[in-house]
């Protein structure tokens, strides 16, 4: 959520990934953003923003905002064969990558597949 000292969405995207894994916000490049993507049962509108982060950074989950973190290969975003779509129960329609230690889906996993879509437009 935007702050009154927010510049724009990339300085409210920093501020946020601070406040939530403490990434410093010199250790990343911001390098665009994708469309607007808005949660099923709130009705949320979230503002993804990319940003390039060095290997060498370093991060940690702030309990009271982040439960746990992960690292996913950016590489298994770009193999289509794994993208797969829920088909019962409370995900039905949901997207996921198959094969997975974690489980990606929801708006997290829509905004995931359009980065993924953008790289794979841009690599042809």
Known sequence: RPAESDRDIGT????????????APDAVRVVGSLPIHKTRKRNHAIFPVIGIVPETA??????????EIFEFPFAVLLNPDLLRQYTDGERTGAWYWAEQAQDIWG???????????LVRDAMR
């Open 12 to 23: 409210t995207a920093l501020r946020e990934a601070f406040e939530e894994i403490r990434l």
């Open 58 to 67: 370093r991060w940690e989950a702030a309990p009271a905002e982040v439960a």
């Open 107 to 117: 708006v997290t996993a829509l905004i995931l597949r359009s980065l993924a879509g």
